[in-house]
């Protein structure tokens, strides 16, 4: 089922519980969903409550701004095991007809179409091995310091390994400023934005900047600079006592599911 009315908390409970792991016994387990998943639900939550807590968006706004791009959205998912409950969210879109939304938006909002942006800035977007961030949302519960490191961390983590195992070279984005800053400094500068462009206003957001990421290039400057995150990131080592990683056998679902969608069938 896919919809965007919000979930009951005993709802949300028993869809944890049919779509988790049932021999996680770390606190908290990284998951892949595609968009017509009942398991993507948990991602829309978290998308939902957050993004109307932070933005003012309605469901109806995100239904809005999102809805187009639903047959082509994958949900990276962090839950909770011990409390039955999604932690955070990253919903990303794969190559589609409808293209990327965080690349569509630029010109709108900026002045300058994406193309011309990536020239400007010598950037050479194959866009059949990109991947667009289009949300991140971390629930209320999960921004302590503590919870915040492990589910941020585990997003990132599954992000990469599922972009690695599915051949994708380049991410794009368009995040709030604190929410650049902050992928900035935890992930060691591998998000970057467009020169030649400022932050502005952008659903909600006071100030929003288009950013990306050279995949190849960022696991190359991680392997020089910082071991411990490369091993993270790249390796998928080092959150086990705190998550259970993602099974990368959703990664290879994905691909599958995408091919097909491609070719629709």
């Known amino acids: 089922m896919i919809g965007w009315a919000a979930l009951e908390d005993v709802e949300l409970r028993s869809l944890v519980q049919e779509v988790v792991s049932r021999d996680a016994s770390a606190p908290f387990g990284a998951y892949i969903f595609r968009g017509d998943e009942r398991g993507a639900e948990l991602g829309r939550h978290v998308e939902r409550a957050v993004f109307l807590e932070a933005f003012g968006n309605t469901p109806e706004v995100l239904e809005e701004q999102y809805g187009r791009y639903?047959?082509?959205?994958?949900?990276?998912?962090?839950?909770d095991h011990l409390?039955?409950?999604?932690?955070?969210?990253?919903?990303?879109?794969?190559?589609?007809?409808?293209?990327?939304?965080?690349?569509n938006d630029i010109e709108p909002v900026w002045g300058v179409s994406a193309a011309a942006l990536a020239e400007?800035?010598?950037?050479?977007?194959?866009?059949?091995?990109?991947?667009?961030?289009?949300?991140?949302a971390i629930a209320a519960d999960y921004r302590g310091k503590a919870a915040r490191g492990v589910v941020s961390m585990g997003l990132y983590q599954t992000l990469t390994l599922a972009a690695r195992r599915c051949g994708i070279e380049w991410f794009v984005a368009i995040l709030d400023m604190p929410v650049f800053r902050m992928i900035r400094w935890r992930l060691r500068m591998i998000f970057a934005g467009y020169e030649g462009i400022a932050p502005l206003p952008y659903l909600g957001s006071a100030?929003?900047?288009?950013?990306?990421?050279?995949?190849?290039?960022?696991?190359?400057?991680?392997?020089?600079?910082?071991?411990?995150?490369?091993?993270?990131?790249?390796?998928?080592?080092?959150?086990?006592?705190?998550?259970?990683?993602?099974?990368l056998g959703s990664a290879d679902r994905i691909s599958a599911w995408r091919r097909r969608l491609a070719a629709g069938q």
């Open 70 to 79: 639903e047959p082509w959205s994958v949900f990276i998912c962090v839950v």
């Open 120 to 136: 400007c800035n010598g950037l050479r977007l194959d866009l059949d091995r990109t991947w667009d961030v289009a949300t991140l």
């Open 207 to 247: 100030a929003s900047i288009p950013a990306w990421c050279d995949v190849v290039a960022a696991e190359r400057h991680l392997a020089a600079t910082d071991q411990d995150l490369h091993a993270v990131l790249v390796n998928g080592v080092g959150l086990e006592p705190a998550l259970r990683p993602v099974d």
């Open 83 to 103: 409390r039955s409950i999604p932690a955070g969210v990253m919903r990303v879109l794969l190559p589609s007809p409808q293209g990327f939304k965080s690349l």
